[in-house]
């Protein structure tokens, strides 16, 4: 069987074998041999027969993605294993070159790994992590955290350096050593794979694994290492490539790489080399392949990051060290006229041929003219061989390829697509014709048997419906998951009430009526059958399916702890079952809780919550959990103070701050800002805030007297000012995001019409073990997804955009929902937690939302109207002021009344007559609300009284007209 899945001699995968094997259940029963007990002592026969069952399964699911999620459902096997070693091949090889299955790693996996080498310090649990951290040439930011946060704390264990004299001297004794050299298992082996490890983590431009291998392996240390006489071509190229992605090609910039002498040592050393492999002794007996792989594309690779760098003040480097830049473009073109170098090898050159040359004309280095004849000579004979190259491809192949690609291909492609709508079009409403009868026959399964036989009675009072239900937890326990995802689906339209079938589905759907209900082939006689569904409203069905424990069916699917796309459709199950808020449905819930231990429930419901936040967290062009440890100098961000609740920046020279002219525009100079400029230059700017300083840039406003910037509107600095989120934060298509808005929704129809005892309940469940507070979670999210943990309040605006704030929103809703009753627990719950969510609240309401007040202004009224109902919530039937005094701690009363005068005048004068339900969205609508938030908080505030009082505004006191007459 193995025999069959070794790839063949191109490397290219069998995937029929495979696919073979995996329809004959092969794997299976290997699966089930490896969990046979033996003497590992004594039974070396047994040891050859488990040697074996690995190599097939390796070879089962390489490069096979479907066969890799086949023996990941089977990985706690793997994990459980005692013999670590024999099975860190195969999981290497079930996550091998597969993304989607590496963005699943979790810690204890991790975990499992650190702690094998640290019983076995092993080269091959190095392999797997390697194999995790970097999937399809995508950067997996999550993993590489997770790996670098436990070998640091694995510490000397796990972490094999040579940095003292001592251990400088042991490692140059290994790389002497041919047998350290060539042993799997020696310490050398397992260092060079450590620093590719620690590259890898590094690689992607990740400041916060950056900053933690600096201190492992400092750039003192690989210099000394790579110029060393006995340094091994493998040591020099795991030592170069962790130095080009952990402290050139970086996030952040490091000012050593370009002041220090070192890199220039470095520099001589590479030269030393390609005198090596491309001196004329250099013959096919003495070729070294590791070494030319080293310098033709670790090199010069270093080369073209290193002079192409954004932090690199070419013009000082450049003209300090012209002798060497020389050296090294005339290196690079010995290179490229070696014999040995292959096509692929010549092409990495050449590329770091034209950087040194394009640097070179740009900087006006001093070139012999001998070497820029050589120059000219090989770039013009490159371009003329592309040339000739494409002419030769378009005489041999052009007219017929002309043709397909001008001609055939766009009216096959049009054509194909016209044919796929017509057969939408033709059988869309033949498909849902049949898959409404299904769920009628679903929901009826008794009109199938004729009245009074035993089938009949069988399937009547949800008999079918209950065995269903029963039968999908069952489903589970055996891997079906693609067929509990179908059913689930089936459930969710049975509650959609019947609203006929459209006109090209009604003759089948007549036929399928006479053919199973009237036992006869006539479809005149399906005008005759009244069918249960169709007669019943959304809760009798909601209430019918809980009677066939569909509730329970909910609880279990998120407690069995399946794949996502099971959770995600049993979460809207739930929300289905609870859409309009059934009571039934709420108190089946409940009973289910409070009977029996559901504790796993809530751990699933923050867990998927936990993950969302940590998936949010990773996206942000900066680690937030940096800031406090390193300073705002050090990562570029801003010192922001609170007074009185007002954000205030932090005092300082505008120039020192960020480099920019206040006449920059007027001669046509460059004034672009990035992101962490602008909140540096906000904050040196006294009474500027960061929205203000978008605005300018933006070219949509100015800037006060006392702190004119002159900033040109144009493209190029929109998108340098934007949130982190808006270019590179997390993608709401993520697994992890995808899942939360259901969630989310499903907690608000739980404590939806006012539910006390849900309410209290998802705050503290008092008959499980754990308690889990979902309230607190909630608000925590809303603090992650609102970006307050990466900087002031006034940031906000940067990470709400178009993609995230309907998440946003229901999340304030969730929350609104949680409070109203009111639930006084739950209200101080929100309002005393620790984290920042009230002053999110807050601060939703009073700052602009930017860009996305500009752009989808309906969308800011709608976060601004929620913020507030949360607010009102939240204070609902308080009798004393500690809700009050919280809300007002983080905001000035005057800003509040503002923002009523702000909302009240983005529309003209309305007539009394116009506030209805309809112009719940408008800006004077949204206005109102807080305004009625303003007055319960004056009842608190002598000071926001007296302003209500005294200020006689239009908007105000057409607000206190209009109060009375509106129910909030």
């Not at 400029?677 to 006294?686: D, H, K, M, W």
């Not at 933006?698 to 006392?706: A, E, F, I, K, N």
């Not at 005048?905 to 009625?932: A, C, K, Q, W």
Request: some cysteine; hydrophobic content about 40%.
């Amino acid at each position: 069987m193995t025999r069959l899945c070794v790839p063949t001699s191109k490397g290219k995968t069998r995937l029929h074998e495979q696919r073979l094997l995996r329809n004959m259940g092969a794997h299976t029963v290997v699966l089930d041999l490896l969990q046979v007990p033996y003497d590992k002592a004594e039974d070396s026969q047994m040891k050859e027969v488990m040697v074996d069952a690995h190599e097939f399964l390796q070879h089962f699911c390489f490069g096979y993605k479907h066969n890799q999620a086949l023996l990941y459902k089977h990985l706690d096997l793997f994990i459980n294993a005692g013999d670590t070693l024999l099975h860190s091949d195969t999981m290497r090889h079930i996550f091998l070159d597969n993304a989607d299955l590496c963005v699943k790693v979790t810690d204890s996996v991790v975990q499992h790994f650190i702690h094998a080498i640290q019983k076995e310090r092993h080269v091959k649990y190095l392999y797997f992590l390697q194999t995790v951290v970097k999937a399809e040439e995508t950067h997996l930011r999550r993993i590489q955290d997770m790996v670098m946060q436990e070998l640091v704390n694995a510490g000397d264990d796990v972490l094999l350096f040579y940095n003292d004299a001592k251990g400088f001297q042991n490692l140059i004794d290994l790389m002497v050593s041919e047998r350290e050299r060539l042993n799997e298992n020696s310490d050398l082996k397992y260092h060079i794979n450590l620093v590719k490890l620690l590259a890898l983590c590094t690689e992607g431009k990740n400041v916060y694994t950056e900053i933690k291998c600096h201190s492992l392996l400092p750039l003192e240390d690989i210099a000394r290492v790579v110029t060393h006489a006995e340094c091994l071509p493998e040591v020099k190229m795991a030592y170069v490539n962790f130095l080009n992605h952990c402290y050139v090609d970086t996030e952040v910039e490091m000012k050593e790489i370009f002041t220090l002498h070192f890199i220039w040592t470095l520099f001589d050393n590479f030269l030393v080399d390609i005198d090596t492999v491309c001196s004329s002794s250099y013959d096919d007996d003495q070729r070294d392949p590791i070494l030319e792989n080293y310098i033709t594309h670790i090199v010069m690779q270093l080369l073209r990051m290193f002079f192409g760098s954004p932090f690199a003040n070419l013009a000082v480097i450049v003209s300090g060290h012209q002798q060497m830049f020389v050296r090294l473009l005339q290196g690079c073109l010995r290179i490229y006229k070696c014999q040995w170098a292959s096509g692929e090898q010549k092409h990495s050159v050449m590329q770091t041929v034209k950087k040194l040359n394009e640097i070179a004309t740009e900087r006006s280095v001093a070139v012999p003219t001998e070497l820029q004849k050589q120059l000219r000579g090989l770039l013009s004979t490159t371009r003329l061989s592309k040339q000739t190259g494409q002419k030769w491809l378009k005489s041999t192949f052009g007219p017929r390829r002309q043709m397909a690609s001008s001609h055939e291909e766009p009216q096959i492609v049009d054509a194909y697509q016209e044919f796929v709508l017509l057969l939408e079009q033709k059988t869309g409403p033949e498909v849902k014709a049949e898959m409404s009868l299904l769920v009628d026959v679903m929901f009826s399964p008794e009109l199938l048997y004729p009245a009074q036989t035993a089938g009949y009675q069988r399937a009547a009072d949800g008999g079918f419906m209950q065995k269903l239900i029963s039968h999908t937890k069952k489903l589970l326990t055996v891997g079906e998951e693609k067929l509990v995802v179908q059913v689930l689906t089936t459930l969710q339209s049975t509650v959609e009430v019947f609203q006929g079938t459209a006109e090209g589905g009604q003759a089948i759907r007549n036929a399928l009526l006479a053919w199973y209900f009237c036992h006869t082939s006539s479809p005149e006689d399906s005008q005759l059958v009244v069918l249960p569904r169709h007669t019943k409203s959304k809760r009798e069905i909601q209430s019918y399916l809980d009677h066939c424990k569909a509730s329970d069916l909910v609880v279990d699917l998120v407690m069995h702890g399946s794949s996502q796309e099971v959770f995600l459709e049993g979460i809207k199950l739930g929300i289905v079952l609870l859409d309009e808020g059934n009571e039934v449905v709420q108190q089946s819930l409940l009973r289910r809780f409070m009977s029996s231990n559901c504790e796993a429930f809530f751990h699933e419901i923050c867990d998927h919550i936990g993950e969302a936040q940590a998936e949010i967290k990773s996206s942000y062009n900066f680690n937030p959990a940096d800031v406090g440890s390193h300073g705002a100098s050090d990562m570029n961000l801003p010192n922001v103070s609170q007074q009185n609740g007002v954000v205030l920046p932090q005092l300082g020279d505008v120039r020192a701050s960020c480099d920019i002219s206040s006449t920059g525009a007027d001669q046509g100079g460059d004034t672009t800002i990035s992101y962490t400029q602008a909140a540096s230059l906000a904050n040196s700017l006294p009474g500027v805030t960061l929205t203000e300083l978008q605005s300018a840039a933006l070219g949509q406003s100015q800037l006060p007297d006392t702190a004119q910037v002159s900033l040109g509107a144009t493209s190029q600095h929109e998108s340098m000012i934007q949130a982190p989120m808006s270019h590179s934060g997390p993608s709401m298509d993520s697994a992890e995001l995808l899942c939360m808005w259901p969630i989310l929704r499903f907690l608000q129809l739980m404590c939806e019409n006012h539910n006390k005892d849900l309410q209290n309940y998802l705050r503290r469940q008092e008959n499980s073990k754990s308690s889990f507070n979902i309230i607190h979670e909630t608000l925590s999210f809303l603090d992650c997804i609102c970006g307050s943990t990466a900087g002031g309040l006034g940031l906000l605006g940067l990470y709400i955009n178009e993609r995230n704030v309907e998440l946003i929103n229901q999340c304030l809703a969730t929350l609104t929902e949680y409070c109203q009753g009111p639930c006084q627990e739950n209200q101080k719950a929100i309002a005393l937690h620790e984290s920042n969510g009230v002053d999110i609240i807050v601060a939703l309401i009073l700052n602009d939302i930017q860009p996305l007040g500009q752009t989808r202004m309906e969308l800011d009224l709608m976060l601004k109207n929620n913020a507030s109902k949360l607010l009102l919530a939240i204070m609902e039937s308080r009798k004393d002021s500690d809700m009050a005094e919280r809300i007002m701690y983080n905001m000035q009363p005057r800003q509040l009344i503002e923002r009523c005068k702000l909302a009240f005048n983005e529309e003209g004068f309305l007539d009394e007559t116009e506030i209805s339900e309809d112009t719940s969205g408008s800006p004077r609508h949204v206005g109102h609300n807080m305004y009625l938030l303003a007055s319960q908080l004056a009842q608190h505030s002598k000071e926001l009284g007296e302003l209500l009082q005294t200020d006689r505004d239009p908007a105000l006191e057409y607000y206190e007209k209009h109060t009375a007459q509106i129910e909030v």
